[in-house]
């Protein structure tokens, strides 16, 4: 038996609660960063429209944040500082819809065990204040004092009484430029808060509240005072905000790149958060772009239904997990890209019209089909197909009649314009088409799931969804659980298209299905629906109108294998780039690959 062994006398107790926090302390406060970012939390959590830190030696001697929130009552004040005290959540069904930065109430029980605590705090309509002085998580001072509106806490000498973690902390500079980090991100995602930062004798920021203008106008005002002007001019906006995800912020330009981390800024709902996953698919938008080893700055902000992310997996809440990875992956990815792509404009077309042809502009060399069978084209209007420049979208396809979903005025958006000689068909699955930077290449069973997915949504939510009837209505036959399903989607499935109508005990005549269903496909299509609809449902947490569309989408897609016309293929590109995300199949699966000319002249060592 080795020594450790637990011997037989062993008693379980429960732990004084010092102790307990004094451990839980070890996951919430790693440095002084840590407890900065909980202090300033506080002090956003309070509803402060200021907020002021003075560090010194880079905060190991002290962190002191004062605010001008709304302060605590003398009772909250001494009990503040209690393991789980909270006054965010009081039930579980409260963990559900979070709106603020805390709420597991560790954190101020774990600071002050590890360091020596005062708070002084009042509330507006309180007289006079009150402090509280802590010692290694000891009571040791409580008294009423003079004080400013809001809440003034300050942390010494961190880590006094654990001399294994304060002999752990980094050199000075490194643990300020962890503060400074901290700072950085908490007045990203507060840019209405006014925030000063002194350390030792210096001012190092003083940020003006940010007011007036939206979301993106204060965020950038922010990122202006927060960093060198360059910043806000190397910048590009993005916007993109789809049913299920919301994307807003500013990326650098691949000029701008760092040869260290530490200026990349992504927030889910409002908190900042370090997911490697998330940093890639930034980072994989910029490929080809940036220099080896180099990194680009951001400030993301992603904004979803709370219930598909899951913050509360590490007690500092930086981490987080998503009901969706992969999907989530892929928009930040595209969306990314697309917003770089727009500064990213080549001087090929630079004529004021953005169009050019064929008699003003001689192609050089160009892969032009000929080699098919097919003509060159030699009209006036025709381009290559480009999804990157500007121009309007499809007008002469569709006679001036944008297809549904299509937005007119959107920012940067993709445009096309095809030109049918120019699109080959790949093993009946892929679409290639030449573009400006090099190939296009189109997964047109991704494509299409995109386009029937964002169609179907809209006739949901309009009930405008066309119909087509069917010559001989079928009878179906349903269990009788699907036939509570068929009950409680009846209306959308109607909005959708379906001609739908209960029929004696356990069945269903089906009169007509959704126009996009392809003809000889409309035998199956209800109980298919029905069928994908459970399986979205059990594997990925959506509501169901978006699962709704999700499982019409993949089941009414173009398969692989199917063979296509160049009218077709045209109509689908079309399509594709009038949908509000195109560069993802609902699932998250890239619609679309571009290779740029510059990697086939690599491959040809040209
Ligand atoms: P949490 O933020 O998870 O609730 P904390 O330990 O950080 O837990 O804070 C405990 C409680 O103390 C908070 O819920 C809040 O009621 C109160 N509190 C802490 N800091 C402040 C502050 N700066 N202003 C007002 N109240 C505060
Ligand atoms: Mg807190």
Known sequence: ???????????????????????????????????????????????????????????????????????????????????????????????????????????????????????????????????????????????????????????????????????????????????????????????????????????????????????????????????????????????????YLTVRGYVGEPEMHKRSRGEQFLFVNGRYVRNRSLDHAIFSSYRNLLPEGTYPFFALFLTLDPSRVDVNVHPTKAEIKFDDDRGIYNFLKSIVRKGLGSVMQTPQIDHSDGHWSATEMPRPFRFDGSSFGNPPSTHNDTRPFDADAPGTISERLFGGSPPPGHRTGGLGRDTATVDDTLLWQLHDKYILTQIRSGL???????????????????????????????????????????????????????????????????????RGVPADIQSGDERTVLEDVLTQFKTNRDRVKVGSRENLARSVARRSAIRPGTRLSPKEMRSLIDQLF?????????????????????ELDKRFSR
Request: proline share 3%; hydrophobic share 40%; aromatic share 6%.
């Open 578 to 598: 009038a949908c509000e995300m195109p560069y993802a199949c609902p699932h998250g699966r890239s619609t679309i690959v571009k290779i740029p000319i510059e």
């Open 440 to 510: 296009m290449i189109l997964d047109q069973n991704a494509a299409h799931e995109r386009i029937l997915y964002e169609r179907s949504l809209q006739n949901i939510q309009t009930g405008l969804g066309l119909s087509q009837q069917l010559l001989f209505p079928q009878t179906v036959e349903f269990g009788q659980a699907d036939l509570a399903l068929l009950q409680e989607l009846m209306r959308d499935l109607r909005a959708l298209g379906f001609d739908l109508e209960l029929f004696g005990g356990m069945s269903v005549v089906v």
């Open 1 to 243: 038996m080795s020594d450790v062994a637990l011997d037989s006398d062993n008693l379980i107790r429960v732990m004084p609660e010092a102790l307990a926090n004094k451990i839980a302390a070890g996951e919430v406060v790693q440095r002084p960063a840590s407890a900065l970012k909980e202090l300033i939390e506080n002090a956003v959590d309070a509803g402060a429209d200021s907020v002021e830190i003075i560090l010194k030696d880079a905060g190991s001697e002290l962190i002191q944040v004062v605010d001008s929130g709304s302060g605590m009552s003398r009772d909250d004040a001494q009990a503040c500082f209690r393991r789980h005290a909270t006054s965010k959540i009081a039930s579980i069904k409260d963990l559900e819809r979070i709106r603020t930065l805390g709420f597991r109430g560790e954190a101020l029980a774990s600071i002050a065990s590890v360091a020596q605590v005062e708070l002084r705090t009042k509330r507006s309509t309180d007289s006079a204040g009150f402090c509280v002085r802590i010692d290694g998580g000891e009571v040791v001072g409580s008294e009423p004092c003079a004080t400013r509106d809001g809440t003034s806490i300050s942390v010494r000498n961190l880590f006094y009484n654990v001399p294994a973690r304060r002999n752990f902390l980094k050199t000075a500079a490194t643990e300020l430029r962890h503060c400074v980090e901290t700072f950085q991100f908490l007045a990203l995602s507060n840019p209405s808060i006014a925030f000063v930062l002194h350390h030792d004798d210096l001012e190092l920021y003083r940020l003006p509240a940010e007011s007036g203008g939206g979301f993106m106008e204060m965020l950038h005002g922010r990122i202006q005072t927060l960093f060198d002007d360059d910043y806000v001019e190397r910048t590009v906006a993005v916007e993109e905000q789809t049913s």
